[in-house]
């Protein structure tokens, strides 16, 4: 029995039952010592299945971003990063703080892209002594921000080659790289082939309770072992947390498409809703972002209505509201939810009216404002 219906993100998603007893059966050993045998299958099946020779278990997506990049990039470098992208705007600034990088955050397009032209503007004349050298470049795809936008191949096949002409790696934040993949209709390895080093996520989208997964070349992933280790990511038994990566990619990927379909149906639900302001295309993976059309109306009052009517959403920008769809989310679950929407606009509406209603003002009493989870990617 579920108490909400929370689309807030997919970071919420429970392990499936069969993937717990897959965790309760794992084969377990010291992942420091390399003896941890389902760590090592996830290892290989993570780096078969993005074509990559060979991946590392860590145990989060920050980190795995993080790895990749001290990894690439010695320090006092720069890595050039998207506006919107995870990298820069919610991992704490890991490779400045750590790692004596400079971020140069460039400007993305609705559809994910970092635009070429700004990649190059930004490289121009830093063989000069007064620029910092720039290491890296990174994306993100599925963008998450962008509202689940799929990078396009051809786009992909485009940075890779500006940057090889550069002598620069590309590092890809896959984190949702297999909404990508399936919202394509194509094998994951054909995205991953346009990046040095790809991230994914284990906990997102496809279920599992920990774990993210970085993959490139064996001497990057040596390399980036040791850093994990630095960093207090060498965890022993983890087989634990790999049993349920290995389930998550063997089992939950193909069901990705599901949540889109869910995404689609709520995306066009919204639109139906008078006072709903929302993108005309439909989203073309799990992410759907909202707005109240009313400016005047209290955003934080309808989050709080629409809590109350048992769906949670979250604030993500400025007066942008995102709503993720993932496992345990059904299609009824999306109709409740669109139903939802349209009672907490009615009460945020009259919540705001000048002229409060007799029987709304004891039910305005009776409900205590509640403080907003603070607000999480
Ligand atoms: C695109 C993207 N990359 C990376 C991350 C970071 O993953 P984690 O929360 O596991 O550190 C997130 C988190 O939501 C994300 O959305």
New binding site residues.
């Given amino acids: 029995m579920k108490s909400f219906i929370d689309l807030r993100?997919d970071?919420v998603t429970l392990p499936p039952l069969n993937m717990r007893k897959a965790i309760a059966r794992a084969q377990l050993g010291d992942d420091v010592y390399g003896e941890d045998p389902t760590v090592n299958d996830l290892e290989r099946l993570a780096a078969r299945t993005l074509g990559k020779e060979a991946a590392i278990l860590t145990p989060?997506?920050?980190?795995a971003?993080l790895l990749a990049i001290l990894t690439h990039c010695s320090q006092r470098k720069r890595l050039l990063v998207g506006d919107q992208s995870?990298?820069w705007k919610?991992?704490a600034g890991g490779a400045s703080v750590l790692g004596g990088l400079v971020y140069h955050p460039l400007p993305t397009l609705a559809n994910g892209e970092v635009p070429i032209e700004a990649m190059d503007a930004a490289l121009y004349g830093e063989q000069d002594f007064q620029c910092v050298p720039t290491g890296l470049i990174c994306l993100?795809n599925t963008h998450?921000l962008c509202g689940g936008k799929v990078l396009s191949l051809e786009y992909l096949a485009q940075v890779y080659e500006f940057a090889q002409r550069r002598s620069l790696p590309v590092h890809l934040?896959g984190?949702?790289i297999f909404n990508a993949a399936v919202s394509m209709g194509m094998d994951v390895r054909h995205i991953a082939t346009f990046a040095d080093s790809v991230?994914i996520?284990l906990?997102?989208g496809l279920a599992a309770p920990v774990g993210?997964v970085l993959a490139g070349r064996s001497s990057f992933i040596n390399h980036a072992r040791r850093l994990r280790k630095m960093l207090g990511g060498g965890m022993r038994q983890a087989g634990i947390v790999a049993a349920g990566g290995v389930y998550s990619l063997e089992q939950m990927v193909d069901r990705l498409s599901e949540d889109h379909m869910n995404a689609r149906s709520l995306s066009q639900g919204l639109a139906e809703i008078p006072g709903i302001e929302i993108a005309a295309e439909p989203p073309q993976t799990n992410i759907v972002f909202f707005t109240l059309a009313d400016p005047e109306l209290s955003l934080k009052y309808f989050l709080y209505a629409l809590e109350n009517e048992g769906v949670r959403v979250m604030e993500l920008g400025k007066r942008k509201i995102r709503a993720v769809t993932h496992y345990g989310v059904s299609a009824e679950d999306i109709k409740f939810a669109i139903e939802a929407v349209g009672r907490a606009l009615a009460r945020a509406r009259a919540a705001s009216s000048p002229v409060a209603t007799a029987d709304f003002l004891p039910w305005q009493e009776a409900e205590k404002p509640f403080e907003m989870a603070a607000i999480v990617?």
């Fill in positions: 993100s970071t989060s997506g920050t980190m971003n995870d990298i919610w991992e993100e998450c934040d984190a949702r991230t996520c906990s997102k993210s990617p």
